[in-house]
């Protein structure tokens, strides 16, 4: 298990390396990012069909909080998407949409401006506290002036802050106006963001964090 545990690692990173490109095409407005992702999408779906492969990928996203970053983060609430969306049937087309949406959902952050911070474990950057809020607005404008982009990808990387009871961002929508897509967006971002925080001192457990999402989420 633990060379097999190596071997996913080592394709994560790859994959990641992946998404570090794809984001410099979106952020330039190239289409081909379209056609990065939905590579990257498929042979996480493809990775998952192997049950051990699928165990390493929940292991490794869990102990991804070091790199943290808008990057790593994107995969990691990606993957988690895809795995939760294939335990609850989705198809392949509604797995592909599903992961697109995992991996832009927090696009808008490139568009905004970002401040350079330095902690303990090195170098941050973030955006803008005041500014962080336009995020998923920021997101949907950006991946809506691609064309190939569908509305379901939209809905998810605008509503990804909402939440059950209406107390979540931009809009307050509650339940009956959330998608399941959208729903497993959100619960995979707050889940990453719990167990990978940028400051592993506040990090979670997987434990922990699923105790809290069920109280919170």
């Known amino acids: 298990f633990q060379d097999h545990l190596r071997k996913v690692e080592g394709a994560y990173q790859k994959t990641l390396g992946q998404g570090y490109e794809l ?19 498929t042979s996480l779906i493809t990775a998952m069909q192997n ?3 699928t165990m390493s990928l929940i292991d490794v996203v869990g102990g991804n909080g070091v790199g943290w970053g808008l990057s790593e983060h994107a995969l990691n609430v990606c ?8 335990q609850l049937g989705l198809d392949q087309e509604g797995l592909l949409e599903l992961g697109r949406g995992g991996l832009f959902h927090d696009v808008g952050y490139r568009a905004l401006p970002m401040n350079v911070r330095f902690n303990a ?3 941050k950057i973030e955006s803008d506290p005041k500014l962080g809020p336009r995020h998923p607005e ?17 809905e998810m990387i605008s509503q990804h802050h909402e939440r059950l009871d209406g107390s979540g961002f931009p809009n ?3 339940v009956g106006g959330l998608s399941l897509p959208t729903k497993i967006v959100m619960v995979a971002d707050q889940y990453d963001e719990l167990c990978n925080a940028p400051d592993p001192q506040t990090s979670l457990t997987p434990h922990a964090a699923l105790s809290r999402l069920f109280r919170h989420v």
Do not use: E
């Open 79 to 86: 993957t988690l998407s895809l795995l939760i969306g294939r």
């Open 138 to 154: 920021v997101g949907r404008q950006l991946m809506a002036s691609f064309p190939d982009t569908s509305p379901a990808v939209l």
């Open 23 to 41: 984001f410099r095409q979106l952020s330039n407005r190239r289409p081909t990012g379209l056609k990065t992702a939905d590579a990257m999408i």
């Open 172 to 174: 307050g929508t509650r």
């Open 51 to 53: 049950p051990k492969t």
């Open 121 to 123: 474990v090195g170098m």
